[in-house]
Each structure stands twice: as C-alpha cells, then as structure tokens.
C-alpha cells in the first residue's frame, strides 16, 4: 500500500518523510524543495513478532510495510499548472491514501507561502485545488456518459451518478464524504478521483504543542466533520527521535510524555484508514507479518505467501496470537484443543497466527 505525504510549502513534509522513513530526504525553508517524489518503505511497528521469534526460535523476523512518497508542495492554482501542480496532481494520484500534513506552529524562521498559520485555510487551499481537477476529470466523464446514453439507456444510471458527485464537489466537498450506498461507493473508486482517497491528517506542532495546542485542535474538528482521521505529532521531534539508541528514546519520549512514536501511531492511523489487518506465520526459519484487506478469506490471504497457497489451499490452522503466548508453543495450543482448523470461507482476523495446510 502507498500513501502520499501532502501539504502546502514548508509545513514539514520532508521533516515527517525523514523521521517516518530516515531516507534524509531534502528539507529546506523554500517551497518546492521536494520536486520528484521520495519514496520510503516503512517497516510496520508490531511487538508481537519479537514474542513469535522467541517463542519459535525463528531466525529471522519479518515485519510487513508500508510505501510512503513524500510529494511536492501544493499552492494555489495547482489544478490549473501553478507551481508544480500537474506533476503534483499526477503523483497524488498512484497513491491508495493521502496523509495531509498542515502546520500547526508559528515560527518567523519558516515562511509560510501564505503569510499566517491558519490551519483551516490551509487545508482548504489543498481540497479545493483537489476538488476542481477532480470537477475537470468528471466533465469529460460526464460528455462521454451523455453520449453512451443516446444509444443505450442502460448508461443513465452512470449519467446521475456522476451528476450527483459533480453537484457534491461544487459545494466544496470531497467524494469521500459523500455517503452513498455500496454500489455507489464502489462506482466512485472505480473513477479513481483524488478526494474519494481517504485521509489522515497530520497536525504537525511544534516541541510545545505535541500534546495539542488551538492550532492542532481546529484540524481535529476538520477531519471529525469530514469523516477523515487525524494525528497530533512534532515532526522536528520525531526526527530527533530517530537519530537515538532505543534506550535513549524510551527516556525521550517519557519525558514528553509519549507513550508511542509519531510513527507508530501514523501507521496505526493508516492501517486502520485502508482497511488493513496483519496475519502472523512463525517458524524456524522465519516469523512474519503479512498485510490483507479486513474481510479477506483464508485461501486469498494464503495466496500471499505465494499463488500455489491459494490454489491448493485445504484447510488452515489458526490459533489466536495471545492464546499461543500463553501455552507457549503451537503443540501446547493444540493439546489444549485451542487451535482451529477453519475451511474456504473463514475470513481472517488480525490476531491470527496461522499454518496452512495445501496440496500442490
């Protein structure tokens, strides 16, 4: 899965990208510092493989990740070419979720491209420039649709479709909002416009605001009315974090009072914003996480070990994460009839530890 780090000029994208990614990409007090997107894959934070690779005696541990792309700076004008809005826009668009980042510090060192920190403002610069490339993509849509009509009816049901989501993006609100049934739902993703991909937004403080200040305060509310979610994190902080020993940054943090990095609680945020869950396999050789979509039946979620899984899948065999812990070994779990043996249609749940049973 991909997300996109977006925002205005200097609100600390590049900051965030560093300390989520350490790939040391390029931060600076200018605006488009980040021209071709960064891209950082980040190893998902989960302490129950340490446990498993103790438990199993796994040589190795394999965590599963996330894509991050650290995009250009957006201004006003974008969806007409300003700035670097169509390179923007185009990157925006091979992402599966957007992590907005929105400044929610003063501080006269950093020039903010519109003069003031309003979050609020901010954050309707990028939805807006969002919104009308997404109004120029359905206009055309919507010419071929009317076409389509006059020589089959059967396309006037995409005809009002795309009227209502014209008429909802006219208001100045993004698709993701708008509620709809699963038909529907299903009719937008297939149109891969940019405000039907969901939303973390990122209120980025300062070292005294990493707790909340006004500022981060009026994203929350944004995000709460827009259904989207939101995270309050010192990005200059968590990339000081990043540069200590683990010892060092648990006494860090403490004395924040942070009982979780930034990062853990952005991929958290992700995580459940994508609608992703992680299964657990462990053995000698390796204890690892594997990332599927909520709702996933056990012979798909086979299928990402390797396609064979999937094609000769019989049967799995489940025990829960905790449960295993607690025997203290699979044969234990067994002997306690604690493990499970769940056929085609068991749908995965996220503290599956499992061993699949195939015939290839």
């Known amino acids: 899965m991909k997300l996109g780090v977006v925002g205005l000029p200097n609100v600390g994208k590049s ?25 950082g894959v980040v190893a998902v934070p989960d302490e129950r493989l340490e446990k498993l690779a103790a ?100 396309y006037q049901e995409d005809v009002d479709r795309l009227t209502t989501m014209q008429k909802w993006l006219e208001s100045g609100k993004a698709l993701r909002a708008l509620d709809v049934d699963a038909d529907f739902k299903k009719f937008i993703e297939d149109q891969f416009l940019l405000t039907s991909k969901p939303v973390v937004y990122v209120a980025n403080t300062d070292e005294a605001g990493i707790n909340g200040n006004d500022y981060s305060k009026e994203v929350e509310r944004i ?76 012979p798909e979620a086979a299928g990402k070990i390797h396609s064979d899984f999937e094609r000769g899948f019989i049967r799995a065999e489940i025990v829960d994460y905790d449960t295993l812990i607690e025997c203290g070994s699979f044969n234990a779990a067994k002997e306690k009839g604690k493990v499970r043996s769940e056929g085609k249609d068991y749908v995965m749940q996220d503290n599956d530890v499992v061993l699949f049973r195939i015939n290839v």
Request: glycine share 6%; hydrophobic share 40%.
């Open 55 to 154: 438990l199993y005696d796994s040589k190795k541990i394999t965590p599963t990740s996330l894509e991050f792309v650290d995009i250009a700076g957006l201004v006003k004008g974008a969806s007409r070419g300003e700035g670097l809005g169509n390179k923007f826009l185009s990157h925006i668009r091979e992402v599966d979720a957007i992590v907005h980042v929105v400044r929610c510090f003063d501080d006269e060192n950093i020039t903010h491209v519109d003069g003031s920190v309003d979050p609020a403002r901010d954050i309707e610069t990028i939805n807006l420039e969002l919104i009308f490339a997404d109004l120029e993509t359905l206009e055309r849509r919507m010419a071929k649709a009317v076409t389509m009509v006059k020589a089959d009816k059967k």
């Open 223 to 298: 995000a709460k009315e827009e259904g989207a979610k939101a995270i309050v994190l010192c990005a200059k902080l968590e990339e000081d974090l990043t540069e200590l020993a683990d010892d060092e940054r648990e006494m860090f943090m403490e004395e924040y009072g942070l009982k979780e990095s930034g990062l853990d609680r952005l991929v958290k945020t992700s995580y459940d914003l994508l609608g992703l869950i992680s299964y657990l396999t462990a053995g000698e050789k390796e204890t690892r996480a594997w990332t599927i979509q909520k709702g996933t039946k056990a």
């Open 15 to 39: 900051t965030l990208f560093n300390a989520i990614t350490k790939a040391g990409a390029q931060a600076a007090n200018y605006p488009f510092c980040t021209i071709e997107p960064n891209v």
